[in-house]
């Protein structure tokens, strides 16, 4: 096969680049050049890509640089933006591997005559009975990120490849260091690509939106305090409200930007056993209801549900148990009751409950 | 490397290894060879042999000129502020960027050839006069992407009417293959080459300045180049940079009538493709670019298959990273952004045949068809 591997100049990607010349595939590497502002963290620095060209080059393959920072900033950092304004918490990582990786790319790779997209991905794509690929949780529970690429369906599953997906993050390593690698050790990224770490996300959404203060009230609706900037108040925090410390440990537990009002209660306050999710993607491309299990983030743990469909792109979820509110925007991944396998994913909604659904619970 | 110039430069690695500014016999044998490169320099270029300076290329050059004019001006406590266009390389665009935030940078748009739009410098420099001081204005010779040929003896009136103290700088770095440096010489006060784009080897360049032409020097030290320009010789370098510039200049006037023929065969060939056109009429440009803009692709996709079938192309400048930038030329020429994403430049020069181009014609046509049926709808 001839595969393009997206190297961000990690290990994982350096080692799946290795791994597909093991098997005698002829492979050639190119990074992503997404994001075109300042940065200090995420994979798109000069020397990530210094160091995706420079495992290339050992490697003997091939390595190109592909600049796709105008739909990154369409795809990814405005809407990201745009979310913020709204009250809502979005998971950029995921956008960009909805829009990014799993769409431009494999375009790209398709018109310029590649068989399959590689990542580094840990998570493993396993056929079941009627032939057809499903994302697997990676071999690596602590490091799994089938979530992360839970949007894949249909002929994307066909044409993608996640050679490290069965390993621990420490035999990847271990065969970095044995390859003689220079990523061997190179620490895990963690923050948002595009967000510096001087600064953070207060710095960044305050150059792009204009912040606005806030009432404070509790679950009554009695004004308890003010906060500088709504549009950065997320459903579950308890610092920065100026609330910290107060007699009763107090929790946001419900953020609205139009009427600009954060609301602050118990921890029991906090509890839903409702979910409805929206702009669901199914493996099999079509929706069912029944028993799952939902990870509602990266590494969070996932939790039994019932699932009732509405339509195609929605469904309402109920725990089996209540849990913290899910700030609206995040990614919900229905897995199998086993937890083995992604059966779908979508987007948590402001509201607990579909109006139309019967059995829903706020 | 032209081999002129390799032959020239292998002495210099060896056998005469000595510095030049020492005082021995050594070094006397490679004073001299500079003494007679710089000869030799000064004739191709038109000047005096006391005008030509040897440097690292031309962005040295460039920042030399720019950043040398203004602090001359600064160093007086003046108001000073340096012009370009909008679609110089970046060797002088950063430069006069980077004064801007401090008032001391203009950038002036260009037609839609990618030339400086003569009218709005002249009134830019008519306002700036009255301000302060102009200290230089860099008008490229010929345009780096798109091959244009700037018209250095109106933009010379413009600034010698408009601003009378400016110094007029040009990189000229896309020019001397092709064109007859005398006269852009005659028409400045400080010009720019770099030794790779005839032959020579990288990393050398030649500056010509102007008896008479006061800046401040980039880089001080041991006062080589008559104190323009410190550092030890790099005397394998000047000697094969010169040894290129004559050869080059031998046979321009053959070369590029040779060339200007394959070029529009080649520009023909790729308009036949369809949705192609040429960005310069070719009477405008330098023949040994093809600058194209092809509708309804990614030239960063386009690139990848010219380079597996052994075509080696570029598109525009790449970042640090290696990406694909789009290109501030073409948009201040004018060219929509989806557009220049379909822009393909191809170089010809004194290697290249008319069986390259029909080849390359070829290979362009198969990639581009490709690319358009695997464009999403």
Redesign the interface.
Known sequence: MKVLVAMSGGVDSSVAAALMQREGHHVVGV?M?LWGGESDTGC?S?SD?DDA?RVAQQLDIDH????F?DDFQEKVVDPYVHAHATGVTPNPCIECNRSLKFSRLT??A????FDAVVTGHHARLVPNAKGEMRVHRGGDAAKDQSYVVHMLTGRELERTLFPVGHMTKAEVRALAAELGLRTASKPDSQDVCFIPTTGGRETFLGKRIPFHSGRVVDTEGHDVGQVEAVELVTIGQRRGIGLYKTEAKRFVVDVDTASRTVVVGTEGDLQRTGLALHSMVWAGGTPESGRFRVQCSAHGASMPCAVDVIDGGRVQVTLDEPHRRIAPGQSAVLFDESDAWVVAGGLVSAASAWPASVGATA | MRPEAIAAMQPFLADVYANPSGSHRFAREARRAIDEARDAVAAVVGCKPGEVIFNGGGTEGDNTAIFGAVRRIQATGGAAAAVCSAAEHHAVLHCVEHLTPHGAGVVVGTNGEGSIDVAALADVLRRLSAEGTVPVVSVMAVNNEVGSITRLDEVARVVRSAAPAAILHTDAVQAACWLDLAPITACVDILSLSSHKFGGPKGCGIMFERVGVDIEPLIFGGGQERDRRSGTHNVAGIVATAAALVATAAERATETARIAELRGELIAGLVAIGGVRATIAAEHSVPGIAHICIEGIENEALLFLLDEAGLCASAASACASGALEPSHGLAAMGVPRELARGALRLSLGHTTTRSDVSSAIGIIGTAVNRLRTHTRA
């Not at chain 1, 190109?64 to 600049?67: G, I, Q, R, T, W």
């Not at chain 1, 398709?110 to 005559?113: F, I, K, M, N, Y």
């Open positions: 990074t050049r798109c000069v890509v060209r190109l640089v592909f600049n920072s375009e790209r398709d018109a310029l005559g």
